[in-house]
């Protein structure tokens, strides 16, 4: 029996912020004399390369009831990104990130505020009965309300026959402790999302590096089926429990224009093959695909990333 078309391919949750890119090339915040700005957060970029690849996506945040929070309906709206569950608060100014130009993983420096103030009401349990995959990151699950909420509606739609994903974007300067992060990201792994980490995230998180074998080892043991470990220049691997483990090379690029946003890429583009149904390396080779362009790209994509789409 050919399952049942769900309304909604993705809904995104978490943070949609105002991105401030330096605009010199590889020097750290410190040294960055201006900046060009951009939409950013995670859940968002997710959003809006889903969209623009053809997906209906739904974006579930808090922006304050501002200039900046302008900025973000209108720049999600033009891609096609449903923001009806974006909520506009007055009592808080939309979060700001300032970010290093880099090759590698980016300096930031993060002022939080209406990011983190995510209700249970912005996700009726309508609105998850229709939804084919919940995904969220380790930035939005790191404060509360958005923490609290994030976990409950998981589970939710976990029960409503949603997959979950979640990028593990591990930052130490975000949460209170290390031991704090473990458990929140063992309470999500628990309804077996797709999970999305990179080798400077498991840097972090474990203060270690670790072999890639028992980084998925850690996430198989949480109840975890598939891990996707991205590697930068070195390509990908994905742990599939109980599989032989995937390894695909990165997709050469002469030149970096711009790292910021090249995770994300990768991953609409994996989520993108995924809700087609495609075989997991297949799923691997489009968000191979996705990623090498965001690199030759500052700020967002470029347009043509539709055509990639026709190639399924």
């Given at each position: 029996?050919?399952k049942?078309?769900k309304?909604i391919?993705i809904?995104?949750?978490?943070?949609v912020?105002v991105?401030f890119?330096?605009?010199?090339?590889?020097?750290?915040i410190n040294n960055?004399?201006?900046y060009h700005?951009y939409?950013?957060g995670?859940?968002?970029?997710v959003?809006m390369?889903?969209a623009?690849?053809g997906?209906?996506?739904?974006m579930?945040a808090?922006?304050?009831d501002?200039g900046f929070g302008?900025?973000?309906?209108?720049?999600l709206?033009?891609v096609?990104?449903?923001t009806n569950?974006?909520k506009?608060?007055d009592s808080?100014?939309?979060?700001?990130?300032f970010v290093s130009?880099?090759?590698?993983?980016?300096?930031?420096?993060?002022f939080r505020?209406?990011?983190?103030?995510i209700?249970?009401?912005q996700m009726?349990?309508?609105?998850?009965?229709?939804?084919n995959?919940?995904?969220?990151?380790c930035f939005?699950?790191?404060?509360n309300?958005?923490?609290a909420?994030?976990l409950?509606k998981?589970e939710?739609?976990?029960n409503?026959?949603?997959?979950?994903?979640?990028?593990?974007?591990?930052?130490?300067k975000?949460?209170?402790?290390?031991?704090?992060?473990?458990?929140?990201?063992?309470?999500?792994?628990?309804?077996n999302?797709l999970?999305?980490?990179?080798?400077?995230?498991?840097l972090r998180?474990f203060?270690?590096?670790l072999?890639?074998?028992?980084?998925f080892?850690?996430?198989h043991?949480e109840?975890v089926?598939?891990?996707c470990?991205?590697l930068?220049?070195k390509?990908?691997?994905l742990s599939?429990?109980?599989?032989?483990?995937?390894?695909?090379p990165a997709?050469?690029?002469?030149?970096?224009?711009d790292?910021?946003?090249?995770?994300?890429?990768?991953?609409s583009?994996?989520l993108?093959?995924?809700?087609k149904?495609?075989p997991?390396?297949?799923?691997?080779?489009v968000?191979l695909?996705?990623?090498a362009?965001k690199?030759?790209?500052?700020?967002?994509?470029?347009?043509?990333?539709?055509i990639l789409?026709?190639l399924l």
């Amino acid at each position: 029996m050919k399952k049942k078309i769900k309304e909604i391919d993705i809904l995104c949750v978490g943070e949609v912020l105002v991105d401030f890119i330096g605009h010199q090339t590889g020097v750290l915040i410190n040294n960055t004399r201006d900046y060009h700005r951009y939409l950013g957060g995670s859940p968002a970029n997710v959003a809006m390369n889903s969209a623009r690849l053809g997906l209906k996506s739904v974006m579930v945040a808090t922006v304050g009831d501002d200039g900046f929070g302008d900025y973000i309906f209108e720049r999600l709206n033009e891609v096609g990104v449903n923001t009806n569950h974006i909520k506009k608060i007055d009592s808080k100014p939309t979060s700001v990130i300032f970010v290093s130009r880099t090759e590698s993983t980016p300096d930031f420096i993060p002022f939080r505020k209406a990011d983190s103030c995510i209700q249970e009401n912005q996700m009726p349990s309508d609105l998850l009965s229709k939804t084919n995959i919940y995904h969220t990151t380790c930035f939005a699950l790191s404060k509360n309300p958005a923490q609290a909420t994030i976990l409950k509606k998981a589970e939710e739609a976990f029960n409503l026959g949603c997959k979950l994903s979640i990028d593990v974007n591990y930052a130490k300067k975000l949460w209170n402790s290390q031991e704090e992060a473990l458990k929140v990201i063992k309470a999500y792994c628990k309804f077996n999302p797709l999970v999305k980490i990179s080798e400077d995230d498991m840097l972090r998180l474990f203060d270690k590096e670790l072999p890639h074998e028992d980084i998925f080892n850690f996430f198989h043991s949480e109840g975890v089926a598939t891990v996707c470990l991205t590697l930068g220049s070195k390509g990908v691997k994905l742990s599939q429990k109980g599989k032989k483990v995937i390894e695909l090379p990165a997709i050469k690029i002469d030149v970096v224009q711009d790292a910021t946003g090249a995770g994300d890429a990768f991953w609409s583009g994996f989520l993108f093959a995924y809700i087609k149904e495609k075989p997991i390396e297949k799923c691997l080779e489009v968000a191979l695909q996705i990623a090498a362009l965001k690199l030759q790209n500052v700020g967002r994509l470029p347009d043509n990333i539709n055509i990639l789409s026709k190639l399924l």
